[in-house]
């Protein structure tokens, strides 16, 4: 499958898990989803079968909230069977939580409490330096989560240590829990902040697969001595019209309306 | 103490190479040995409890059996979300180590009194809490630790501490247990922690006929441990230096309405808890000063203890 087809089969699964069972986060979902496609398409070296092999990658998902876009992408490389995300997601007594959980399949790391995965990275990476082994460790962190003091204590301990094997991306979307990012609490100058804690900073297009491709590749083969970070700037929503740039798809689940129309629109694309 | 856990650990981990320490830049003059001797399983990852928590997680999933090393409520309190989640609900295989237990740094002021943190981890699934009383305890603290895999907690008192136990004790703890220090009739004295050599002192000072206990571990005790001393001893006494409210008296206290409740046990035996009244003390003095201040002692004799 091609990166695009299946970043679009990413957004209508993820669009109708949403809807199936009312649950949020279809915004922070949409504007995650062509990075997650690039790295679990072409990048990450995974597989279901060496899924606990320590030279495998490893991706940390620090945006736990949008659980959608990464059930979907682990869905379509095989790691989860369809008929039982449908069935299992946020129902009774499954461990598909609306919030990634680390006893699914393919999930590294149960998030949902920001500014956790950076850190668990980190250290994750270091083991794979002092060890010498050949992976490479990768965190997906959310804009808003950057409030969050424990990720700069991350960051400056990810340059000290030099470690070379680990990419941060960041889904710069621009929109938080409650409002604009630039409202809440100013990010910007986000890579020139990056830049000053001596991290290897490259910005990249979060919706165009061939850049994207192109970035995640080159950082991931990178050895320059610092850790590096991918600030994508992406669009909350991204995909169907009414929903981009819009907050309330931070919460809102679509209903029967919302989804037809949603469908259709990523279905013509 | 600190510097008998934290030796043995060397020497532990001589053999079990998978031991890795981390330090929250504190620990001058206690962690150089093992840094020098394990460079590549040591590292300071400066003044950040809540990365430290984190990368101990990072380095644990990829096999390494990790300890991290600050002082009191820095690597506990300071970080309590990253050890529920990152290390409780993951099962890693991580050791918080505090140094300066109850008033240990008595002097320094309520910022270095680690006088809530036994409370606060044993609510955690998942996680063993354990508060060594001598150095001898602390020594078989860590054989525990090296060989224990999964979340745990220990509480080191500090330096110089006297040694409570003969050398009997076995070298390494077992959870759950009540090591016994000295026999009696009159009542059990259930203590955890560095306190114990002074409870013991004013026991045999004052004559009592108290049977002591030590224990190393809160929680999670031996049923048929607790139920015979509940069997034995119309009354127990619990000792912490911690404070009241959710402490290691109230889990002796749990724990022993488990067994009355579900018919282990046909009598509730009375239990007198001594600790912190659950109050910050914001004056400095030194540990014996803080421990007076906070009425730490068994007190004037009672008749029903």
Redesign the interface.
């Given at each position: 499958m091609d990166t695009a087809s299946f970043a679009k089969a990413m957004r209508l699964r993820a669009l109708e898990l949403c809807h199936l069972k009312r649950t949020s986060h279809i915004g922070g979902a949409f504007s995650v989803t062509d990075i997650l496609a690039v790295l679990y398409n072409e990048v990450l070296n995974i597989s279901p079968t060496t899924a606990r092999s320590p030279s495998r990658d490893r991706l940390f998902y620090s945006k736990g909230h949008a659980c959608t876009a990464l059930y979907s992408a682990l869905e379509l490389r095989g790691f989860i069977d369809r008929h039982m995300l449908s069935e299992g997601f946020t129902t009774d007594g499954s461990y598909f939580t609306s919030h990634v959980n680390h006893r699914v399949p393919g999930v590294e790391l149960s998030t949902g409490s920001l500014g956790h995965a950076l850190g668990v990275a980190c250290g994750t990476a270091l083991a794979g330096l002092r060890r010498r082994l050949p992976h490479t460790v990768f965190a997906v962190l959310s804009d808003g989560e950057l409030d969050e003091g424990s990720n700069w204590e991350a960051i400056l301990f990810a340059a000290h240590q030099r470690l070379d094997n680990l990419v941060a991306i960041i889904d710069y979307n621009k929109i938080q829990s409650f409002g604009s990012v630039a409202e809440v609490m100013n990010l910007d100058p986000l890579a020139d902040k990056f830049r000053a804690f001596n991290w290897t900073v490259k910005e990249v297009d979060g919706h165009d697969i061939e850049a994207l491709s192109e970035t995640l590749r080159s950082a991931k083969a990178e050895r320059f001595d610092a850790p590096k970070v991918v600030i994508a700037h992406t669009i909350k929503g991204k995909g169907v019209s009414f929903m981009e740039h819009e907050l309330v798809w931070h919460y809102q689940s679509p209903n029967k309306d919302d989804y037809e129309a949603a469908r259709n629109e990523l279905r013509a694309k | 103490m600190r510097n008998t856990f934290i030796n043995k650990l060397r020497s532990l981990a001589a053999t079990h190479e998978d031991v890795f320490l981390l330090c929250g830049d504190l620990g001058y003059s206690v962690l150089e040995p093992f840094a020098e001797a394990f460079p590549?399983r040591f590292?300071n990852?400066?003044v950040?409890e809540?990365?430290m928590?984190?990368?101990?997680?990072?380095?644990?999933?990829?096999?390494?059996n990790v300890f991290t090393y600050s002082i009191g409520n820095f690597p506990t309190l300071r970080c309590m979300?990253?050890i529920r989640?990152?290390i409780c609900?993951?099962e890693a295989n991580v050791k918080v180590v505090a140094v300066g237990a109850g008033y240990a740094y008595g002097p320094q002021g309520v910022s270095h009194h680690t006088t809530e943190d036994i409370a606060m981890l044993r609510a955690i699934p998942n996680m063993t809490v354990c508060s060594p009383a001598d150095p001898i305890e602390a020594r078989a603290a860590a054989e525990f630790m090296v060989h224990h895999r999964g979340p745990a907690y220990v509480r080191i008192n500090k330096a110089g501490e006297p040694t409570v136990h003969a050398d009997a004790v076995a070298p390494i703890l077992t959870p759950g247990e009540f090591i016994k220090v000295r026999p009696g009739r009159g009542a059990a004295v259930l203590v955890t922690g560095a306190i114990l050599a002074s409870i013991v002192h004013e026991v045999r000072a004052s004559g009592r006929d108290y049977a002591i206990y030590s224990v190393p571990f809160i929680g999670n005790y031996s049923r048929n441990a607790l139920a015979t001393l509940a069997d034995t001893f119309d009354a127990m006494i619990t000792v912490e230096e911690h404070q009241l409210n959710g402490g290691f008296g109230s889990s002796v206290v749990e724990a022993l309405s488990d067994l009355y409740s579900t018919g282990r046990i046909s009598r509730m035996p009375k239990v007198r808890r001594i600790g912190i009244p659950n109050q910050f003390i914001g004056v400095s003095g030194s540990q014996e000063y803080l421990r007076r201040q906070a009425q730490l002692t068994l007190g004037a004799s009672r008749s029903d203890a």
């Open positions: - | 590549n590292l990852v400066g950040a809540q990365n928590t984190q990368v101990a997680v990072g380095l644990a999933r990829e096999g390494y979300e990253q989640y990152d609900y993951h």
